[in-house]
C-alpha cells in the first residue's frame, strides 16, 4: 500500500484533527475488523489492598489453567496464521509520532479477528532483536508466542483464546541479544495488584455512560467565571473499610461516599491524586508505571467510570492529576524499554531526576511525545474526566531545575528553557481541548513562567488555570506568624493583588502543604486551640473572598489536627466535636456563597472584579476590598481582622450608602467563634471614608472575616 492509500477494513485510526476529516460529534471509525462483544457491567472487581499470599497462589494456578485449556483449544489457529489487525495508517502515523488516539492501535484489545475471539497485541520497541508475549498461558515463555515486526518499531500478536483478565507481559531481546526483565505493557489497560506487576487484558469497551446532560454543559462550569471549588482527594486514605482490615474504599464504594459528601460541602469538582498504576504506595500515584491503567487498588476500569459517571450525575466535575513529568526505573516499567533509553533522554543530565531517583521522559523523541499527549486525551475520551491537573510543571520547563552548574545540558540556544517539553504541554492542550471541547487543565507551576494559561494561538501554554504557589506561600507564612509580628509582614497578604490578573489563577492549599514534616494546616496557626481554630477560620474567609478559584486538600475542610497520613484515613470522629464540625460548617457555607454570588466567582480573572478598600491598615492587621461581578451583580464586601483582639466603632468606607447585610461572620457561634459582630447588618451613610461616598462604623471580632452585601 502507498503513502496515502487507506484501507478502512485494516485501520482501527479515527480520523480526527489533522489526520483527515473529522467525524460527526460521538461517532466513531471501526476500531477492529469483526465486532467486538461488550463486557459485562458486572465483571467482579477487586477488593483494594493486598490479596493474602496463599489466596493469590490459588487464584494465579487456576486461572493459569483456564487460561491455558482455552488458548490450547484454539492452538488449530496459529498465531502466524493471522493477518494484521494494524493498518498501514496506523503504522504510519505512529512513526510521525501523530497517531491521536493511540491506545487504539497499541496496548491489548479482546477482538474478534477473522472470525475468532482472541486479544491483539501490539508495541512500540523499535532497537528490539525479538519482542514475545508471554503469561502463564504459555508458562512465561518468551519461544513461545513471538510477535511480528510491522514497521515504525511496531509488534503486533493476535492471540486467540485470550480475553479479560489475561495476565501479560512482554519478553525483550536487545539488540545485543540479551534478553531484558520481563516488562508490562505501557499502554496497558489494567495490571496487577501490587507488589506483582504483570498486566492485565482489560476490555474497555461498551461502557453505558449516564452523564450526557452533565457532558453538555460542563463546559460552562470549567470556565474562568464560573464558580470553581476543587477538593482535592487521596482515595486510598479518603476513607477505610473497617469491617474488612481497613482496606481503601472501592471507586463503587466512593461513587457514593465521597460523591455524596463532596456534593454536600458545596464543592464544585473533586481532584484525584494521580490514579494511573503506580508500583509504591509512598509515592502517592506520583511515580507512575501504567499511564492507561485506572490503579487496580480500588478496582477494574469501568468501576472507576461508575465513580466518574456518579459525580457527573451529582453536579460535580472529576479532575485527574495527570504526571508527565517523570517516571520511575522500576525493572518493569518504561525504562530502558528495549534495551536503549526508548522513554527517557539518555544523558542523565536531561533523563534523571535527582529530587525523586526519576526519569525523565525524552520530550524531543516524537513517538515519545505522541505516547503522552494521546495518554492525557485518553483519560479525557475514555473516563470522561472533566481535566488534568499537570503535576511538576516547572521541572519540565526548565533544563536546569534542581541542577548545579555543570549538571544540565542547555537548549540550542544556549538557555534553560526545554523547548521539547514546552512544545509538548501546547501540543497536550491543544490537541485535548479540540478533541473534548469545555475540559479543564491546571498547571502547577511555580516560577513567573509567562502565559501559563494564555492560550497557545496567543503564544502560551494552553492551560486553563494555574496554581497561584506564590499567593500560598506568602499567605500561610502571614497567618502562621504570631499576630504581634503581622504589621512587619502585612504586605503578604497583598502582594497577590499585584499580579492575581496574569494568569487564571486558582487558590491551592494542597497535599503539600500537609506533608513531609509541615504538619497541619490547623497545625500552623499560633496561639491557643481557640485562636488556631479562629485564624484559620479567618484564612478561609480571606481565602474564599480574594479572586481566585478555590482548593482545599481533603482533611482540612474540618480542620484536621495531625499532618496526613497516606496509611491511615482522615480522622472522622473528631466531627463529633464542636470546633472541627463548625469549621465544616462554615466550609459549607463559604461554597454555597461563593457559587450563589456572582461577585465572588463571576470575575475571579479580572482586575475589574476586585477593588482595595483598605489595603495598608498594618497596624490593626485589617484588610477590606470589593468584589464586583457583572453589572447588575450586587458587589460583596470583604473585612479580614487578623488580630486577636475585638475592634468596635471600626470606621468603613462602602460603596455605597444604605443597609448592608452580614452575609457571613467567621467568628459566629455556629462555626465555633466568640458571636461577636454587627447583629446581622450595618448601615453606611455619609460622610463617606477611605475613598467611599458612604462609611459605616462596625465591629471587627477577633480573628474574623465578615462579608457585607446590599440589603434588598
Known amino acids: 500500500m502507498r503513502r496515502g492509500d487507506f484501507d478502512a477494513s485494516r ?302 450525575r451529582k453536579g460535580l466535575g472529576v479532575l485527574l492529576d495527570w504526571v508527565p513529568a517523570h517516571f520511575p526505573s522500576d525493572a518493569h516499567g518504561l525504562g530502558q524499554f528495549d534495551g536503549t533509553a526508548l522513554y527517557e533522554y539518555a544523558d542523565p543530565r536531561e533523563g534523571f531526576h535527582r529530587d525523586w531517583n526519576t526519569l525523565i521522559y525524552d520530550f524531543g523523541k516524537p513517538q515519545v511525545v505522541n505516547f503522552l499527549a494521546a495518554n492525557a486525551r485518553y483519560w479525557l475520551e475514555e473516563y470522561h474526566a472533566d481535566g488534568l491537573r499537570v503535576d511538576a510543571v516547572a521541572s519540565m520547563l526548565y533544563r536546569d531545575y534542581s541542577r548545579n552548574d555543570g549538571a544540565w545540558v542547555a537548549n540550542k540556544d544556549g538557555g534553560r528553557e526545554n523547548y521539547e517539553a514546552i512544545d509538548l504541554l501546547r501540543r497536550m492542550n491543544a490537541e485535548a481541548q479540540e478533541a473534548m471541547p469545555g475540559i479543564m487543565t491546571v498547571a502547577e507551576e511555580s516560577t513567573a513562567f509567562p502565559g501559563v494559561s494564555r492560550p497557545v494561538e496567543q503564544g502560551g501554554l494552553g492551560f486553563g488555570f494555574k496554581w497561584n504557589m506564590g499567593w500560598m506561600h506568602d499567605t500561610l507564612s502571614y497567618v502562621a506568624m504570631d499576630p504581634i509580628y503581622r504589621q512587619h509582614h502585612h504586605h503578604q497578604m497583598t502582594f497577590g493583588l499585584t499580579y492575581a490578573f496574569s494568569e487564571n489563577f486558582i487558590l491551592a492549599i494542597s497535599h503539600d502543604e500537609v506533608v513531609h514534616g509541615k504538619g497541619s494546616l490547623l497545625g500552623k496557626m499560633p496561639g491557643s486551640d481557640w485562636e488556631k481554630f479562629a485564624n484559620l477560620r479567618a484564612y478561609y474567609g480571606f481565602m474564599w473572598g480574594h479572586p481566585g478559584k478555590k482548593l482545599l486538600f481533603m482533611g482540612q475542610e474540618f480542620a484536621q489536627p495531625t499532618e496526613w497520613d497516606f496509611e491511615g484515613e482522615l480522622p472522622w470522629h473528631l466531627l463529633k466535636q464542636p470546633d472541627h464540625m463548625g469549621m465544616r460548617s462554615l466550609v459549607r457555607d463559604l461554597n454555597r456563597l461563593y457559587r450563589e454570588l456572582p461577585a465572588l466567582h463571576r470575575r475571579d480573572c479580572e482586575a475589574q472584579g476586585f477593588e482595595w478598600i483598605l489595603a495598608d491598615a498594618a497596624a490593626e492587621n485589617v484588610f477590606a476590598w470589593v468584589r464586583k461581578g457583572a453589572e447588575g451583580d450586587d458587589p460583596v464586601v470583604i473585612v479580614c481582622n487578623f488580630s486577636p483582639v475585638t475592634r468596635g466603632d471600626f470606621e468603613l468606607g462602602l460603596p455605597h450608602a444604605g443597609v448592608w447585610r452580614e452575609i457571613l461572620n467567621t467568628d459566629a457561634e455556629i462555626y465555633g467563634g466568640s458571636g461577636a459582630g454587627n447583629m446581622g447588618q450595618v448601615e453606611a451613610g455619609a460622610p463617606g471614608a477611605q475613598g467611599r461616598p458612604a462609611a459605616t462604623r462596625m465591629t471587627l471580632p477577633p480573628l474574623s472575616t465578615i462579608m457585607l452585601t446590599p440589603a434588598r
Open 11 to 312: 485501520s482501527r485510526i479515527r480520523l480526527t484533527g489533522n489526520h483527515g476529516p473529522a467525524l460527526a460529534a460521538g461517532t466513531r471509525a471501526p476500531r477492529f475488523s469483526g465486532a467486538p462483544l461488550p463486557p459485562s457491567r458486572e465483571t467482579p472487581g477487586f477488593l483494594a489492598g493486598p490479596m493474602p499470599k496463599r489466596e493469590q497462589g490459588l487464584m494465579q494456578h487456576s486461572q493459569r489453567r483456564t487460561l491455558q485449556t482455552e488458548h490450547d483449544k484454539d492452538r488449530s489457529h496459529a498465531p502466524s496464521q493471522f493477518g494484521s489487525v494494524l493498518g498501514e495508517l496506523d503504522v504510519h502515523l505512529i512513526a510521525e509520532g501523530r497517531h491521536g488516539r493511540l491506545w487504539d492501535a497499541l496496548g491489548a484489545h479482546v477482538i474478534t479477528h477473522e472470525d475468532v475471539r482472541g486479544t491483539q497485541f501490539a508495541v512500540w520497541a523499535p532497537n528490539a532483536q525479538r519482542v514475545s508475549v508471554v503469561g502463564p498461558f504459555n508458562d512465561w515463555q518468551g519461544g513461545a508466542d513471538v510477535m511480528q515486526q510491522r514497521g515504525a518499531g511496531v509488534w503486533e500478536l493476535f492471540l486467540p483464546g485470550l480475553g479479560e483478565g489475561t495476565l501479560y507481559k512482554y519478553e525483550i531481546v536487545d539488540a545485543a541479544g540479551n534478553t531484558l526483565p520481563l516488562k508490562a505493557d505501557p499502554m496497558g489497560f489494567g495490571s496487577q495488584h501490587r507488589p506483582e506487576n504483570a498486566s492485565v487484558v482489560r476490555d474497555i469497551s461498551g461502557y453505558g455512560w449516564h452523564d450526557a446532560d452533565w457532558m453538555a454543559a460542563r463546559a460552562a462550569r470549567n470556565a474562568p467565571d464560573a464558580p470553581v471549588s476543587i477538593y482535592e482527594v487521596h482515595l486510598g486514605s479518603w476513607k477505610r473499610d473497617h469491617t474488612q482490615n481497613g482496606r481503601p474504599i472501592s471507586y463503587r464504594e466512593a461513587a457514593t461516599q465521597l460523591v455524596d459528601y463532596v456534593a454536600d460541602m458545596g464543592f464544585t469538582h473533586i481532584e484525584l491524586l494521580p490514579i494511573a498504576e503506580y508500583p509504591f504506595d509512598g509515592s502517592w500515584g506520583y511515580q507512575p508505571t501504567g499511564l492507561f491503567a485506572p490503579t487496580v487498588r480500588h478496582g477494574p476500569p469501568h468501576e472507576f467510570r461508575d465513580l466518574v459517571d456518579a459525580a457527573h
